[in-house]
């Protein structure tokens, strides 16, 4: 049997491969156009100006050395590169978070068709939708603080990137989770209740989450994929909760 660190991160596989489904269709792409064309507008921006501060500064090198123009040029441009897809996740999930809220409500009813899921108008999604990111930063600094400061003890800072990462995976799991159980009413302090309940679960889909914000390209879809398999994912506990009370 399947073990449930792996039937989490299963989840977001599912959510990956119900990205073109026509009822979700709408609520990928929107947010989706949004988010490439301002990293579009952003990268036609950071490249002219990369341009014209490398020109500037090869200039001031004496005439020998502009031979470094070879090496330094393709060592920045891949540090930009690198900067803009992953600072283009943290865009995306800004952008992105009134529409989440409703594809957790359309993946919802793909998964579950009986559900109800209350209906709200559209300032208080927006409304909710920014109070629970504002929890969730209040919640991540609270605890992020004291673990970077892992990294400035000696022998333990070898441990440090990977109780970061381990932290970061259970942070991203907590984000996108709150979109399918916040439709419903669920505060955040119950939800982490119920995190921890089903903690092996929780992890696996937040390291598969973690791993697929680090892959360029790929992490232009990670916010919808992860909605979604965060749906499956409250959907499969939900039925699995009331498997166990009818026993």
């Avoid at 064309?37 to 990369?50: A, K, P, R, T």
């Avoid at 995976?169 to 939800?191: C, K, R, T, V």
């Amino acid at each position: 049997m399947i073990s449930p660190f792996l039937r989490g991160a299963r989840c977001l596989l599912t959510g990956l491969s119900l990205l073109g489904h026509e009822r979700l269709r709408s609520f990928v792409l929107l947010p989706l156009v949004i988010n490439l064309l301002l990293f579009g507008g952003g990268l036609w921006w950071g490249g002219s100006e990369l341009s014209a501060w490398l020109d500037a500064q090869i200039a001031k090198l004496p005439d020998w050395l502009h031979w470094l123009h070879w090496l330094l040029v393709p060592l920045l441009v891949a540090a930009a590169a690198l900067v803009t897809f992953y600072g283009f996740s943290i865009v995306a999930n800004l952008v992105g978070a009134p529409f989440n809220g409703w594809l957790a409500e359309r993946a919802e009813a793909l998964f579950d068709p009986a559900a109800q899921v209350p209906e709200r108008p559209l300032w208080q999604e927006v409304t909710i939708a920014f109070a629970s990111a504002l929890r969730a930063t209040l919640y991540f600094l609270l605890r992020a603080i004291p673990l970077l400061l892992l990294f400035f003890i000696p022998v333990v800072n070898i441990a440090a990137p990977f109780i970061w990462a381990a932290f970061g995976a259970w942070m991203l799991a907590l984000q996108y989770l709150d979109y399918p159980l916040g439709n419903h009413g669920i505060d955040f302090s119950e939800q982490r209740r119920a995190h921890r309940a089903d903690r092996a679960r929780t992890f696996g889909f937040g390291c598969a989450v973690l791993l697929l914000t680090l892959v360029p390209v790929l992490n232009f879809v990670a916010m919808p994929a992860a909605v979604i398999g965060a749906t499956a994912l409250a959907v499969e506990r939900r039925r699995t909760a009331g498997v166990a009370a009818l026993r």
